[in-house]
């Protein structure tokens, strides 16, 4: 009924070499690690930077910190430096306002003095330099003054003089006499306004002024007026 079996063989090595037989893909992929190791470990030594040791390290950042606080400390002063440049062109702008309201202000006031000075008599003599008015103040022994003087020519440098008052008066003691008083530098350009006070010796009453414009003391006369004192 039945057939005849085979023998079956026992081989105890089969299963020791079915153990040991490695696949291909598992080869290959070993292998790519190796091949991706390697490639890492030479970008590492050879291409990339060295990487730093901890001392290293430690420095490079203190470095960094240092450079950050410098920047900070420039970036503070240029914040500065700009604040002040904005300062700078504010008043700047502000002082060329007023200077240009000063000049429109001077160029009314000129034109002021001028009509002033058309409307003051002409000086009679009519010397190179003009008196044209005068006006005195007594008190305390001294003799002060304002006057205006001008100049019909005065093209090139202003003429430069003295001005001596010559005083007829009174003394102390009653006595009629004239008192020169003591010369005052004076330069006439176009016109010229000269203010001030001279001594007059103690108790003396003035009377008459005579006006001489010189070129210096007790030299060549440009101008004379005789005025009296008020």
């Known amino acids: 009924m039945f057939g005849r079996s085979k023998p079956v063989v026992f081989d105890r090595y089969e299963s020791r070499r079915s153990r040991k037989l490695i696949p291909n893909w598992l080869w290959l992929l070993l292998f790519g690690i190796a091949i991706g190791a390697g490639a890492l470990f030479y ?75 058309a409307a003051l008599p002409s000086d009679p003599r009519d010397g190179l330099v003009g008196i044209r008015a005068a006006r005195f103040k007594v008190g305390e022994d001294q003799l002060g003054y304002d006057m205006v003087f001008t100049r019909a020519q005065a093209k090139g440098a202003p003429f430069a003089g003295v001005m001596q008052l010559h005083i007829a008066g009174k003394t102390a003691g009653g006595t009629e006499t004239t008192i020169a008083l003591d010369p005052v530098a004076v330069k006439v350009g176009e016109y010229e306004i000269a203010q001030g006070s001279l001594p007059m010796p103690r108790g003396f009453v003035p009377r008459q002024a005579s006006i001489r414009i010189l070129d210096h003391l007790g030299g060549k006369q440009f101008g004379m007026r005789v005025l009296n004192v008020y």
């Open 43 to 117: 970008a590492q030594h050879q291409l990339l930077p060295p990487r730093l040791s901890a001392a290293e390290a430690s420095q490079l950042r203190a470095a960094m910190d240092t450079a950050e606080q410098e920047r900070s400390r420039l970036a503070a002063e240029l914040a500065q430096a700009n604040k002040q440049l904005e300062d700078a062109l504010a008043t700047q702008t502000r002082m060329a306002g007023e200077l240009a309201a000063n000049h429109a202000d001077l160029g009314r006031q000129r034109e002021h003095v001028e009509a002033l000075l």
